[in-house]
């Protein structure tokens, strides 16, 4: 009589080998085919979904915008694990959580709730994924200390799409200036605000030059105004509401320690996107009607389960290869 073996879930985990990255394939204005994916040990919650879909469709208008009409999001899928109760979602086909370019799982030891994003590569390289923790994307009292999802999001996805890197550096928050003044590491100098110390560290809380470094004592920080004029840079501080473009040419700081100085050789963040394959032929939407929201496809992961149908009666197990039938397997034991 024949003999199932069931495994479910995490019983089994098959290795793919994942080769080439994502699929996402920019047609005309649009990006399509971003896949998100959320891991099978993120406990269910009915915001998650709503949340990612609002994060994207922010994203979509502000990267168009930031990009001078020329990308935004159209389709995008979003992957829903098997330990989620089923809702009739369509069935993955090429899709899995190992090819997601946006993966939500709980938080990596070295970067707690903040989201980040793998990038490996040289300056325009391409990166691995962008990770979001299920507390970014659920708790809003974050938003204060990130900025809305949508801003975070092209944020992260100009490191993942086009290889830019960020304009901060909590390594070297100051440096020293062509005209000898300790200024903040940040994109563009034109972002305004004051040089203030903790009061335990500093005396009456002013910064003091550490005179061996010439720099600001430990304890000293730079704190924006709230209200800006200033425009750039979405890779220094998106959360700063007057911030809606990268810094380019005109803007760049290129004395700042930065890491996008540093890999692209003092480089803009936007003449670095410009110059990536997405940008080779790709020309503004014209007009000034704003793109259409991004689409969203949910599909679930089936668990994976293994069926072996076995015809007892004709299994005969000769040294070490099984025998079923006409089949001859190879068995370790
Ligand atoms: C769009 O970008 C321009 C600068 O290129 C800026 O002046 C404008 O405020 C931005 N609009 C929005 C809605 O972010
Ligand atoms: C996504 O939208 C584009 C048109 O913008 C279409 O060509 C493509 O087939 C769509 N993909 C899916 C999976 O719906
Ligand atoms: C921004 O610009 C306005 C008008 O030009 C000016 O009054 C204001 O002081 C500026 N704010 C900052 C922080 O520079």
Same mark, same amino acid.
């Given at each position: 009589?024949?003999?199932?073996?069931?495994?479910?879930?995490?019983?089994?985990?098959?290795?793919?080998?994942?080769?080439?990255?994502?699929?996402?394939?920019?047609?005309?204005?649009?990006?399509?085919?971003?896949?998100?994916?959320?891991?099978?040990?993120?406990?269910?919650?009915?915001?998650?979904?709503?949340?990612?879909?609002?994060?994207?469709?922010?994203?979509?208008?502000?990267?168009?915008?930031?990009?001078?009409?020329?990308?935004?999001?159209?389709?995008?899928?979003?992957?829903?694990?098997?330990?989620?109760?089923?809702?009739?979602?369509?069935?993955?086909?090429?899709?899995?959580?190992?090819?997601?370019?946006?993966?939500?799982?709980?938080?990596?030891?070295? !970067?707690?709730?903040?989201?980040?994003? =793998? #990038?490996?590569?040289? &300056?325009?390289? *391409?990166? $691995?994924?962008?990770?979001?923790?299920?507390?970014?994307?659920?708790?809003?009292?974050?938003?204060?200390?990130?900025?809305?999802?949508?801003?975070?999001?092209?944020?992260?996805?100009?490191?993942?799409?086009?290889?830019?890197?960020?304009?901060?550096?909590?390594?070297?928050?100051?440096?020293?200036?062509?005209?000898?003044?300790?200024?903040?590491?940040?994109?563009?100098?034109?972002?305004?605000?004051?040089?203030?110390?903790?009061?335990?560290?500093?005396?009456?809380?002013?910064?003091?030059?550490?005179?061996?470094?010439?720099?600001?004592?430990?304890?000293?920080?730079?704190?924006?105004?709230?209200?800006?004029?200033?425009?750039?840079?979405?890779?220094?501080?998106?959360?700063?509401?007057?911030?809606?473009?990268?810094?380019?040419?005109?803007? !760049?700081?290129?004395?700042?320690?930065? =890491? #996008?100085?540093?890999? &692209?050789?003092? *480089?803009? $963040?936007?003449?670095?996107?410009?110059?990536?394959?997405?940008?080779?032929?790709?020309?503004?939407?014209?007009?000034?009607?704003?793109?259409?929201?991004?689409?969203?496809?949910?599909?679930?992961?089936?668990?994976?389960?293994?069926?072996?149908?076995?015809?007892?009666?004709?299994?005969?197990?000769?040294?070490?290869?099984?025998?079923?039938?006409?089949?001859?397997?190879?068995?370790?034991?």
């Amino acid at each position: 009589r024949p003999l199932c073996l069931g495994v479910g879930g995490g019983g089994l985990t098959l290795a793919l080998v994942v080769i080439g990255g994502s699929a996402v394939e920019l047609q005309g204005n649009a990006y399509n085919g971003l896949l998100i994916a959320i891991n099978p040990q993120v406990p269910e919650d009915e915001k998650i979904i709503p949340n990612i879909k609002e994060m994207i469709t922010e994203a979509s208008f502000y990267l168009f915008n930031a990009t001078k009409r020329r990308v935004y999001f159209s389709n995008i899928t979003i992957l829903i694990p098997a330990t989620w109760k089923t809702n009739n979602y369509g069935k993955p086909k090429q899709e899995s959580y190992e090819k997601a370019d946006v993966i939500v799982a709980a938080p990596y030891w070295k !970067h707690g709730n903040d989201p980040y994003t =793998l #990038q490996y590569g040289e &300056c325009g390289e *391409k990166g $691995t994924y962008i990770h979001f923790t299920p507390k970014f994307l659920l708790k809003d009292r974050l938003i204060d200390i990130y900025g809305s999802r949508g801003r975070v999001f092209v944020h992260e996805w100009a490191h993942l799409r086009w290889g830019v890197f960020d304009e901060y550096d909590s390594e070297r928050p100051f440096y020293i200036s062509g005209q000898n003044q300790v200024k903040a590491t940040r994109c563009s100098s034109d972002l305004t605000g004051i040089y203030v110390c903790e009061e335990k560290i500093c005396a009456q809380g002013n910064c003091v030059i550490n005179h061996v470094t010439g720099l600001f004592k430990e304890g000293c920080k730079f704190i924006h105004d709230k209200s800006q004029n200033a425009s750039s840079s979405i890779m220094y501080m998106p959360s700063l509401s007057s911030v809606v473009e990268f810094c380019d040419a005109s803007n !760049h700081n290129t004395e700042a320690p930065n =890491l #996008q100085n540093k890999m &692209c050789s003092y *480089k803009s $963040t936007w003449d670095t996107i410009m110059s990536s394959a997405d940008f080779k032929s790709n020309f503004p939407m014209i007009g000034t009607s704003l793109p259409p929201p991004p689409i969203f496809s949910l599909l679930q992961s089936q668990d994976r389960v293994i069926c072996l149908v076995l015809d007892v009666s004709s299994i005969a197990l000769l040294g070490n290869t099984c025998r079923i039938g006409k089949t001859y397997i190879y068995a370790k034991s």
